[in-house]
């Protein structure tokens, strides 16, 4: 087989090799993302957790500190009772006072606490309600990669082990670039040439549509075995089997002519009295006939 059809094979296993990888990809990308975003729920769950003891951890410790001065004060009230002079009993009342004004900041400070600790508490469980959600997101997804590797994942080992065989009967260098260009157009290596006027030399890139000068037409057209990229999409150009005249086989001698043979085909003979426009087919081969003409010059 010539380059470019070898290329072709290579372009339509590596296509589809894409296809399928790219299923693959996505129900890994898809698990992997429920993944992440349960690991984040469940590291904030651990962080609500600690945040939720140490609330815990300050309010045991306000309670200990009221319990403490309650205890002074109602020690000091028994010592007030047996003041024996005037400074000792002011002492002691000042000092009661003081700890009097301590007790209801404390207990301020320990109603605050709490009442973070009850919203903690609601956020937390909040949290665990969220993280079973997702934990059943995050199952669907692996179910549903499970699914996609049982599906394509024979077919895909198949089509892989065929895109090493197709890549083997390129030369290196032409495979190197076919791998670039695949890349580069996410698996659209390959551009038909379209004729769009042979009449006028007229050609076209069938991916992109931006013109594709005459000498790249002729030079596919006679030569399979010729690499051209086009110029504006990077894409490998070809030809369709139909349109490369330099590789057309001969057509097959008629019983009243077996001594003829033809290069190109030649367009129906018309009598010149006859007034009816070509038919399509009969001005496309008038053309072709035109095109080899010009080409052998």
């Keep these: 087989m010539a380059l470019l059809d070898n290329l072709l094979t290579l372009h339509r296993v ?37 945040q939720l003891r140490q609330l815990k951890a300050s309010v045991h410790a306000l309670e200990l500190d009221q319990t403490t001065a309650t205890d002074r004060v109602t020690k000091l009230r ?25 007790k209801d900041d404390i207990v301020r400070r320990a109603v605050e606490e ?40 024979e077919r895909l080992s198949e089509l892989e082990a ?33 004729i769009v006027d042979l009449r006028h030399r007229e050609f076209a890139c069938g991916e992109c549509n931006i013109e594709v000068p005459f000498e790249t037409f002729a030079r596919l057209s006679s030569n399979s075995e010729s690499v051209v990229q086009c110029k504006a999409c990077a894409r490998i ?39 009816a426009p070509l038919t399509e087919e009969e001005q496309l081969l008038k053309d072709k006939a035109k095109f080899e003409k010009t080409r052998k010059l």
């Design 237 to 275: 150009l070809f030809l369709a089997e139909a349109n490369r005249g330099g590789e057309k086989a001969k057509p097959e001698r008629s019983k009243s002519g077996a001594g003829k043979s033809d290069d190109a085909p030649t367009p129906r003979k018309r009598s010149a009295s006859s007034k």
């Design 78 to 102: 028994s010592e007030l009772n047996l003041a024996t002079n005037d400074k000792q009993y002011k002492a002691i009342l000042n000092e009661m006072k003081v700890l009097e004004g301590q």
């Design 14 to 50: 590596d296509s589809q090799v894409r296809a399928l990888s790219s299923r693959v990809d996505s129900a890994k990308t898809y698990f992997a993302a429920q993944e992440r975003q349960l690991g984040l729920l469940e590291k904030q769950r651990d962080e609500l957790a600690t």
């Design 114 to 153: 709490m009442q973070r600790v009850e919203e903690s508490t609601k956020r937390g469980e909040t949290h665990a309600s969220t993280i079973v959600e997702r934990q059943k997101i995050r199952e669907v997804a692996k179910g549903k990669l499970a699914e996609c590797l049982a599906e394509v994942g």
């Design 162 to 194: 065929e895109r090493t065989r197709a890549a083997d009967l390129i030369p290196e260098r032409d495979r190197k670039l076919f791998d670039k260009v695949a890349d580069l157009t996410e698996g659209q290596t390959m551009a038909e040439v379209t």
